[in-house]
């Protein structure tokens, strides 16, 4: 039988507050050829490329990007909230719907030049994207792309990374919040 990714989100209406449909990717994440077949399909156009480095945000992109960086035998590094990484770092405000927020990584993760894919569950504004291709850039690396398994495509988000020169990659597209 032929699997549907799509199927394997499940929707939370009004989670957390009212108004926003959750896309809950635990059901996915739960399901060994789901899993298997959202990491292949993420990881599908960089198959043979060098890739040196996963950045993946916290927290459901350490799941994601950890799976993807063991396939594309690359590095993993975390991209954090504020407070939560023991060595130097850098840090970068990012905008969240209300305000602002902060995201850390640590300065040596990443050494200029080296070929970087950014990992995340969801894209929907790209506030926290863009975030975090400013940080990866920050420190010198070269960002190969930003890959997303949900685009929530009317918040313009996949667009908004595009524009700073990144390549998106999506696995499939809700509409509205
Ligand atoms: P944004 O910065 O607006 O692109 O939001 C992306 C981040 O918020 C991701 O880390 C997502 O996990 C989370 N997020 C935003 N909207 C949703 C949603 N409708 N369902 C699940 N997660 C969401």
Redesign the pocket.
């Known amino acids: 039988m032929t699997l549907d990714l799509k199927d394997t989100i499940r929707t939370i209406p009004d989670y957390p507050k009212q108004g926003?449909?959750?896309?809950?990717?635990t059901t996915l994440l739960g399901d060994a050829r789901a899993f298997r077949r959202a990491i292949d399909e993420l990881v599908q156009p960089f198959a043979g490329t060098k890739i040196d480095k996963v950045a993946g945000?916290e927290a459901?992109?350490f799941i994601l990007g950890g799976a993807v960086a063991h396939q594309l035998s690359a590095g993993f590094v975390p991209i954090r909230k504020k407070g939560k990484l023991p060595h130097t770092k850098v840090s970068i405000a990012?905008?969240?719907?209300y305000g602002f927020d902060e995201m850390e990584m640590h300065e040596d993760a990443v050494a200029p030049g080296e070929r970087v894919i950014l990992v995340?569950?969801?894209?929907?504004?790209?506030?926290?994207?863009?975030?975090a291709v400013g940080l990866l850039k920050k420190i010198g690396a070269d960002v190969v792309a930003a890959c997303f398994v949900?685009d929530?495509q009317d918040?313009g988000?996949a667009k908004k990374i595009k524009a700073m020169g990144v390549p998106v990659r999506t696995l499939m597209s809700?509409g509205g919040?």
């Open positions: 926003i449909m959750f896309r809950d990717i945000i459901r992109g990012y905008s969240l719907e995340d569950d969801l894209i929907a504004t790209g506030g926290t994207a863009e975030g949900i929530l918040l988000g809700f919040h």
